[in-house]
Each structure stands twice: as structure tokens, then as C-alpha cells.
């Protein structure tokens, strides 16, 4: 079974622009959620979808929102960008039919904000 | 004072030995823990998944949970070079949203 893809690898903005970050999640799943990594704050929970519909929401700012399609593909998207916005984005996805922890990641979104 | 408490190392050990990592939480509603490798510049692998106290071997891996005092430890057994990397410790209750300790940066010394 292919494993969470994430796209892009790698992006490059300057403040006050968007970003749209893609996320496949492994074939079944149907379960996506979102974190942030940063070396200051580490890993923090942004979002989760489930058949579209979010369940769940970190403590971000408005600023931060997704949807998920209905094919469980996700997207998430960051407007107005801040320096403080430069992060390792990542994707989780698991099996409805799988323990609620159990998260399978992916290999994140490297988004850098000049 | 964060929900959950993890020694950020670095930690470095010579190949063979016995590695402990460890973290403690405060909330007493997780009750799904789990232990996630990160090598540099790739997204956390999961390693160890527990439901609940009690202990988990997998191969060279062993994972304790302790919801009395709220503390989980991962021990790794015939550590090696390839083992080198951060580990992260996460939780969760009933909602899938993990809550992550900072991570633990080992190295382990041929």
C-alpha cells in the first residue's frame, strides 16, 4: 500500500501571500489530520477531517483552514502569511476502522515565508 | 506547563546499549499512547502503539505505560547506528488529535 503523500515538497513565499498544501492519504483512510512542526513549538495539531467535515480544530488562527474531498484527498490552506508561518507541515492519515491514535504521516510540506 | 513533558537529550549512546526514553503527561484523559521516529527531514514513523497501561514488546523495542503515574517510557534493546534520530512521544483521548512531547534526539555511537 502507498503511503501519505504530500504536495509540494518544498515552497518558498513571501508574506502576505497564500499557500495551498496538498495531502493524499493512504488508499482506505479516511481519517486526515494536519500538524505543524517548528523547532520552537515542536508538533502541533491543526485540523482534522473525516468524510469531509471537520472534527476537530487546533489552536490556530483563522488564518489556518482545509477541506477534505470526497475522495479522503485533503487540502490546507494558509492566507496572509507570516514569518512565524515558516514550518514543516504534516499530514496524518488512519483507518476508521483503526484505534483513534494510530496516525500513519507523511513527508510533510517544508513551507519557508521570506 | 506543557501537557506533555519529554527530556529533549541530545542523548548519545555507544552502539549495543540499552536506551531508555521517557516522558510524563498531565492529562488524565489520554489513554492512547505512542512512540514516533523522525529522521532528519522526513515525516515521524509510528514504532510503538498502546492502548491504556501496560507494556508492548516489538522486536528490539518496549513500550511501558503507566497511567497511575502518568509517565510512558520506550526502551530500545542492541541499539544501533540506524536508530540514530529524534523519538517522539504522543497522546491522545478520544478525539484524534495527538499531543506531542518535544522529542528526544539520540545518537547512537558505532
Known amino acids: 500500500k502507498a503511503g501519505v503523500t504530500q504536495t509540494p515538497r518544498y515552497l518558498i513565499k513571501t508574506r502576505g501571500q497564500q499557500v495551498t498544501l496538498s495531502c493524499s492519504p493512504i488508499?482506505?483512510?479516511?481519517?486526515v489530520s494536519w500538524y505543524q512542526q517548528t523547532p520552537g513549538q515542536g508538533l502541533q495539531f491543526l485540523f482534522e477531517y473525516f468524510s469531509e467535515t471537520q472534527r476537530n480544530k487546533g489552536n490556530f488562527p483563522g488564518r489556518f483552514s482545509g477541506r477534505q474531498f470526497s475522495n479522503s484527498r485533503s487540502e490546507m490552506n494558509v492566507s496572509t502569511l507570516e514569518l512565524g508561518d515558516s514550518a514543516l507541515y504534516l499530514c496524518a492519515s488512519s483507518d476508521p476502522g483503526g484505534a483513534d491514535g494510530e496516525q500513519f504521516f507523511g513527508p510533510g510540506t517544508r513551507l519557508t515565508v521570506l | 506547563q506543557k501537557e506533555v513533558e519529554q527530556d529533549p537529550g541530545p542523548l548519545s549512546v555507544p552502539e549495543g546499549a540499552i536506551v531508555s526514553l521517557n516522558c510524563t503527561y498531565s492529562?488524565?484523559?489520554?489513554?492512547?499512547f505512542m512512540w514516533y521516529r523522525q529522521y532528519s527531514r522526513k515525516g515521524p514513523e509510528l514504532l510503538m502503539y498502546?492502548?491504556?497501561?501496560g507494556n508492548k514488546e516489538d522486536g528490539r523495542f518496549t513500550a511501558q505505560v503507566d497511567k497511575s503515574s502518568k509517565y510512558i517510557s520506550l526502551f530500545i534493546r542492541d541499539s544501533q547506528p540506524s536508530d540514530s534520530a529524534t523519538y517522539l512521544c504522543a497522546m491522545s483521548g478520544s478525539a484524534r488529535q495527538l499531543t506531542f512531547g518535544s522529542g528526544t534526539q539520540l545518537t547512537v555511537l558505532p
Open positions: 488508499s482506505g483512510h479516511r481519517s
Open positions: 492529562n488524565s484523559a489520554f489513554q492512547y
Open positions: 498502546t492502548y491504556s497501561s
